[in-house]
């Protein structure tokens, strides 16, 4: 395979990702062609999809709410049209979309969505100013959105040890659910063991080949974000999770031959992220109903309780593949809770009585 059939699934999601953006370019200004490839060496086909959405949200509002009247095709913009944009008119865009109407359908966005589109509009002006293409880049007077923390999402270590005995022996699971379960239960235990012992995304968690696992090292390759690979490495109990699901695959005479993908559907295809997606909502829900489970929170999950064992930020940055330790701080608030907790007594107010 294996590096080669590996590198086939990325390239066939970027080239999807840039047939998508070539078509969304089409709805949108001349100009933005010329944008897109400007930042194409800079970010990844990922990013330029999410420009993509973000600027057509963006000239829709300009054509309806700015030059009302004036423009009733988006593709109509011209430079002229970006010079009389305002730092108002991006503030009035912020507000828009609290409560906005596309494609027919009544949409809104968080603090968070609003921030990523600002940052698409200012990146747009910023390049055409430097450019020389408009004379005035209003959007870098407007504020971003503040961001409220949003509260950590997590399993407790029992609430893990149930998730993972519920995916095995199937409790709770609804009668009409059994035979289901019981041809998916091998395979649904290895993905959550994985997902909860190593942390990995769930777009690395998919991309895995067979291949890609070394039982001699317990380790496996994974693409990360940006295409970059790297070695990671599990423990005996996802290593046993793993072997028992490859066991299971080897005696399935109607897997086709060649092929490379290590998690498979009940069609004998890769499977997609929002299965895995559906899985973890499945159990997750029979076992604490009450929090919102995604494979991103199991993520989190292992995050917290790696700073706990091994108390190093910086081994859990490396580990979950974040590039800035900022990044893994502020994703595990427990790490802030656990280290206000070991000060706690360290100031002493009195003084221990002299004899």
Sequence with gaps: MSKKQSGDYYQDRNNRNLDKISELLGELPYFCEDFFRGVEQRTSTLTRLNYAYDLRIF?????????????????????????????????????????????????????????????????????FFNKGLISVNNTAKVATPKLHEKEIIRLEGDEVSELL????????????????????????????????????????????NNDSIDFSANSFIVTRKGGNKAILYFSDEVADALAAY???????????????????????????????????????????????????????????????????????ADVLGHRDVNTTRKHYAAITEDNRKKVAGRVKLHREDEE
Excluded: W
Aim: charged share 30%; aromatic share 10%; hydrophobic share 35%.
């Design 246 to 316: 490859m066991e299971q695959k080897k005696n399935d005479p109607k897997i086709p031959q060649g092929e490379p993908a290590l998690f498979l559907s009940l069609q004998y295809r890769r499977i997609t992220v929002r299965a895995v997606e559906n899985l973890v909502k499945k159990y997750a829900f029979l076992v604490t109903p009450l929090k919102h489970i995604t494979p991103h929170k199991l993520r989190s999950t292992y995050g917290t309780a790696l700073y706990r064992e091994t108390g190093d930020i910086y081994i859990v």
């Design 165 to 208: 005995d519920t995916a095995e022996l199937g409790s709770g699971i609804s009668r009409h659910m059994e035979g289901y379960h019981a041809r998916t239960k091998v395979r649904d235990a290895a993905i959550l063991t994985l997902l909860l012992g190593t942390g990995i995304r769930v777009s690395e968690l998919v991309g895995l």
């Design 59 to 127: 000239f829709d509002f300009l054509a309806k709410k700015k030059f009302r009247g004036k423009i009733t095709d988006v593709r109509d913009f011209t430079f002229e049209h970006l010079d009389e944009v305002t730092d108002t008119d991006i503030e009035i865009f912020l507000s828009y979309l609290s409560r906005y109407e596309f494609g027919g359908k009544m949409l809104s966005c968080d603090e968070r969505a609003k921030a990523r589109k600002l940052s698409t509009v200012r990146s747009m002006f910023k390049y």
